[in-house]
Each structure stands twice: as structure tokens, then as C-alpha cells.
């Protein structure tokens, strides 16, 4: 049995997180979790990418959480409270990118892989997609930014039901809760998400990571929202050549060719 692997691909414009581990359900272990956070740097310096997606290897799952066989081996490696906030230095990854992150989910999205999912910008999913957290099961604690993310996603009723049965949900019922955003036939994921690349990838890049800074500033943990980094935020997208750009398209009716400068 092969031990599982984090792929990391840049095609065009966007860049590919792939979850390699399909003979256990694309489960994460030690090292794939590690990666994480890397390669987002990686993708976050490289102008070219636009956009990141996150996928589970062939169709099967996108990831069903972390490998509980390797999970005492991340345990020891960040004993006690460093464990929690390991995975909080992941989460935290993807979502204070500036580059808009995809969940393109096949099959299972539980535990670990939930969170992941709902910590990118946008969730993608096929029919196949089963969606759970399993804590209750399992007499773990789920975490404090986990329990956040959800709540914002799918509100305290939702989540209630979410955590304290701990039972899966299938497509349909995840698109009604506003797990993800849509569902389809597994057939058409790929060349749906496609088609979503290219239209982030087409998109100014300073808008979006400006409403993704102002978005994520709102929705943090602890504190009160950054209004200088706002304002910022804000500041760099009105002095940009970008938005010289954008009027001179829409005056010159064509289509806009943005830069991200």
C-alpha cells in the first residue's frame, strides 16, 4: 500500500492542491499536512497563479479527514494545544491568500476534510459527495476555528445538528444548508470548476483579494475588523493600473486584460 503524497501542480493560471492517498480515501497524513501551508506560499509568490484549487485524487473522495493511523504520530509531533493550533496555521493558510481557493469535491468530505473545504473561498460538489463530522463518534474535540468556520457557513442550527449527531449528509441536502455552494452529476465537476477558473483567473485580481481581505477581516476569530488594512486594501485596488484598465475595456466595449499591478 502506498503511503499518501500532497501533489502540488500549477496548470495555467491556477494552482492544484491534490490529496493522494486513494486506497484510504484520500485520508491526510503528517507529511500532507505539512504541505499544505507551503505550497500556498509557493502559489501566493508566483504571480501567475490566479487561483488555487483543492481536490482529492480520482473520484472517490476528496479527503475523508486526517489518517487515524498517523494521527497519534501528528499528535506527538505538536503535543496538547501546538497540535490545534498546527491545524490552525493550515486553515489559516488558506484563507488569508490573497488568491481565491476551490474545493472541488468528489465522494467523501468528512472530518478534517470538511474543514479544509470550508475554508476555501468557493465548494464545488458532485452528487457522489457525502459530508460529515464525525467528532461525536469519535470523543474528539473538535477545534474552536473549525466550530467557527461551519457556524459561519451554515448557521448555530445547522451546526448544532452538524456536531452532535455527527451523521453525513449527502449533495442535495449540503447544497440546502449552504454547505457548498452547487452540486452536479460527477461528470460535469471538472469542466464546471474549469470554467470557474477561468473566470477568476479572467477577473482583477486586486478586487478579489480585497474583498478577500475585507470578508476575512469581518469573519476572524478574535479581534475587531483591521479597518486601516480595509481601507488599504481598498487604496491599492483604486491607484492600480488595473482599474485604468477595467474603465478604458468597458468604454472601448471589449474585454478587460488585467495584471494584478
Not at 479581534?223 to 486594501?233: L, V
Request: net charge neutral; aromatic share 6%.
Amino acid at each position: 500500500m502506498s503511503e499518501g503524497r500532497l501533489l502540488v501542480e500549477k496548470r495555467g493560471a491556477a494552482g492544484w492542491l491534490v490529496f493522494d492517498n486513494p486506497e484510504k480515501r484520500n485520508a491526510l497524513n503528517a507529511v500532507m499536512w505539512r504541505g499544505i501551508p507551503e505550497a500556498l506560499a509557493r502559489f501566493e509568490a508566483d504571480s501567475d497563479v490566479r487561483c488555487v484549487v483543492l481536490r482529492g485524487s480520482g473520484t472517490k473522495a476528496f479527503t475523508a479527514g486526517a489518517d487515524i493511523s498517523d494521527f497519534e504520530k501528528i499528535r506527538a509531533e505538536r503535543p496538547s494545544g501546538k497540535y490545534d493550533s498546527f491545524l490552525d496555521q493550515v486553515l489559516d493558510a488558506i484563507q488569508g491568500s490573497s488568491k481565491p481557493s476551490i474545493a472541488m469535491i468528489h465522494g467523501f468530505c468528512f472530518g478534517g476534510g470538511l474543514e479544509l473545504a470550508l475554508a476555501c473561498d468557493l465548494r464545488y460538489c458532485g452528487t457522489s459527495a457525502q459530508f460529515a463530522i464525525p467528532a461525536a463518534k469519535l470523543g474528539v474535540g473538535y477545534n474552536i476555528e473549525g466550530h467557527k468556520r461551519l457556524l459561519e457557513t451554515v448557521g448555530q442550527a445547522r451546526a448544532r445538528e452538524i456536531m452532535m449527531l455527527g451523521r453525513r449528509y449527502n449533495a442535495e441536502e449540503a447544497v440546502t444548508m449552504g454547505l457548498v455552494h452547487r452540486a452536479m452529476p460527477d461528470t460535469e465537476l471538472e469542466g464546471f470548476t474549469d470554467e470557474i477558473l477561468k473566470t477568476l483567473s479572467e477577473n482583477a485580481p486586486l478586487s478579489i483579494a480585497n474583498s478577500k481581505t475585507i470578508i476575512e477581516e469581518f469573519v476572524k476569530a478574535s479581534g475587531e475588523p483591521d479597518h486601516a488594512r480595509m481601507k488599504a486594501s481598498i487604496e491599492r485596488c483604486r491607484s492600480s493600473s488595473d482599474t485604468q484598465e477595467g474603465r478604458r475595456a468597458f468604454m472601448e466595449k471589449r474585454k478587460p486584460n488585467f495584471t494584478g499591478s
